[in-house]
Nanobody, 115 residues
Framework: VQLQASGGGLVQPGGSLRLSCSAS????????MEWHRQAPGKQREFVAQ????????YADSSVKDRFTISRGNAKNTVSLEMNSLKPEDTAVYYC?????????WGQGTLVTVSS
C-alpha cells in the first residue's frame, strides 16, 4: 500500500489550504483514513480520521471547528480542508491508512502558516 499526499504550502494566518491523499495498492473495503501532523520539535499527533462510511472524528474542538476531513469520490482518497489557519498549525501533515491491523503512512506534506 502506498499513500501520496499533496497540497501543502505557505499560507498566511487566517488562510486556507486543502490537503489531498491518494492510496494505492491492496485496499480493502473497510478501512480508516487519517491525518496526523508533526510540528518542529514535537511528536506526531492525530488530527482527524474518517471511516470508509464517511463518519469523521477530530482531535479536538479547535480542529473540528476549522478543519474538515472527507473522502473523495474514489474511496481511496481523503482530503483535509483547513480554514482559519494559525501559526501553530505549522507542521508536516501525514496521511495514514489503517486496515486489518496494519497502518500505512504517506510521505508527508509541509504546511507553513506565517505572515
Amino acid at each position: 500500500v502506498q499513500l501520496q499526499a499533496s497540497g501543502g504550502g505557505l499560507v498566511q494566518p487566517g488562510g486556507s489550504l486543502r490537503l489531498s491523499c491518494s492510496a494505492s495498492g491492496l485496499i480493502f473495503s473497510s478501512n480508516l483514513m487519517e491525518w496526523h501532523r508533526q510540528a518542529p520539535g514535537k511528536q506526531r499527533e492525530f488530527v482527524a480520521q474518517i471511516l470508509n462510511n464517511g463518519a469523521p472524528r477530530y482531535a479536538d474542538s479547535s480542529v473540528k471547528d476549522r478543519f474538515t476531513i472527507s473522502r473523495g469520490n474514489a474511496k481511496n482518497t481523503v482530503s483535509l480542508e483547513m480554514n482559519s489557519l494559525k501559526p501553530e498549525d505549522t507542521a508536516v501533515y501525514y496521511c495514514s491508512l489503517f486496515q486489518r491491523g496494519d497502518r500505512y503512512w504517506g510521505q508527508g506534506t509541509l504546511v507553513t502558516v506565517s505572515s
